[in-house]
């Protein structure tokens, strides 16, 4: 195995009995804190105990407009913050989805397995086609196939992700299932993995929505390089509710959501957090969360920064991930293509 930069060895020398997780994230804008709650935290914690794969989606990430270069800068920036914030590259193989077409492949033979009305019914795609009336493209309305063959190319069982992606979780796991059926058995049917904490967080502004890193209102989201100014701020403006004290209620979205920040950045349980904050107001409380990110935060930022700064290390690290993944995919694909009828090349 190369030294520089360590990736799991090819599937026979590891010969691996671990199961297998897969996740990604789009390239569409810096990471929020929500999805470093909902997914990353989690890829990091699971990636000792499972086979793990992680990818930077860059062909979901073009069902939006983008401008070439900030795609191309971003989808480095957010493979940084993968390794910043814990992903092991010597652990774990991690690529861009880009690198590894097997993923575009499978995905045409899996539409031709889609019902039209199964990708009509995902709220994804309603949410976001509502939101850029002007560019309904049919890879937005394709894009959770395109998911579906992420997972499947490398017969993933479990994948890491937040609440709003379980249902394209449910369309893959029956993709599965029906190609299984129509040909042969071939295809690991995957689990979601969502966290019972920090599944959905929520916006700061408004919260009974999803942060989101597309909001518009900038202090509705807390991104992972914010400065500690940004998020103090943020946090201190956060939209609670007319109360007073400081308990986990969800019918108090604002509360509720800032208690979860502040757990999942301190370690503390909900029972804790009532206790440190009973007879204390919101400004005290606020304060307390502000600083208990900011303290978390920083040093992931500290080492985005470093790391960010050695692109040619960083692409290496990817090359070299996707090569690994590449080596898993077209078995798989082989395998698919000979099933589904294609003569062989
Ligand atoms: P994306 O890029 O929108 O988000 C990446 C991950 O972060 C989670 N997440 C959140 N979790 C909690 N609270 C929030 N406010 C929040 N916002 C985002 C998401 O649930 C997700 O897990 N379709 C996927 C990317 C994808 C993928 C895959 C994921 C493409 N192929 C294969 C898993 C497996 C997406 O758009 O995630």
Redesign the pocket.
């Known amino acids: 195995m190369k030294a520089t930069v360590g990736i799991l060895p090819p599937m026979e020398e590891a010969k691996t009995t671990r199961k297998v997780i897969?996740?990604?994230?789009?390239p569409?804008n810096d990471l929020?804190i929500?999805?470093y709650?909902?997914?990353?935290r989690n890829w990091v914690d699971l990636q000792h105990e499972y086979d793990s794969l992680f990818?930077v989606?860059d062909l979901?990430a073009i069902t939006v407009r983008q401008e070439p270069a900030k795609l191309r800068r971003r989808t480095l920036d957010v493979a940084a913050m993968y390794i910043a914030a814990g992903i092991d590259p010597a652990v774990s193989t991690l690529f861009v989805?880009s690198h590894v077409p097997e993923h575009t492949q499978l995905s045409w033979i899996l539409t031709c397995l889609t019902g039209f009305g199964e990708c009509s019914r995902m709220t994804q795609f309603k949410d976001k086609s509502a939101m850029h009336a002007d560019n309904v493209n049919v890879g937005l309305f394709t894009?959770p196939i395109?998911?579906a063959a992420?997972?499947l190319i490398y017969n993933a069982d479990l994948?890491?992700?937040?609440?709003?992606?379980r249902q394209?979780l449910e369309l893959t796991r029956n993709l599965a299932e029906r190609f299984n059926f129509h040909y042969s058995p071939t295809f690991t049917v995957p689990e979601p993995f969502i966290p019972k904490v920090?599944?959905?967080?929520?916006s700061l502004q408004e919260p009974e929505k999803?942060?989101?890193?597309s909001d518009p209102n900038e202090r509705a989201t807390i991104f992972m390089v914010d400065t500690d100014d940004a998020i103090r701020s943020k946090v201190k403006r956060a939209v609670t509710d007319s109360g007073t004290d400081i308990v986990y209620d969800e019918k108090r979205a604002g509360v509720a959501n800032l208690m979860t920040l502040y757990s999942i950045t301190t370690g503390k349980t909900t029972a804790e957090i009532e206790k440190e904050f009973s007879g204390l107001g919101y400004a005290e409380f606020k304060e307390a969360v502000g600083e208990a990110i900011v303290a978390f935060l920083g040093p992931v930022r500290q080492r985005y920064t470093e790391l960010r700064a050695d692109e040619d290390a960083l692409r290496a690290t990817l090359r070299q991930g996707a090569e690994a993944a590449r080596e898993r995919a077209r078995k798989v694909l082989r395998k698919v293509y000979k099933k589904t009828g294609f003569v062989e090349f």
Do not use: F, N, R
Not at 37 to 40: K, R, W
Not at 159 to 165: A, K, L
Not at 210 to 213: G, R
């Open positions: 897969l996740s990604g994230m789009q569409t929020t929500g999805q709650c909902g997914a990353l990818c989606v979901h989805q894009y395109l998911m992420d997972i994948v890491p992700v937040g609440e709003d992606q394209h920090g599944a959905k967080i929520m999803k942060m989101s890193k």
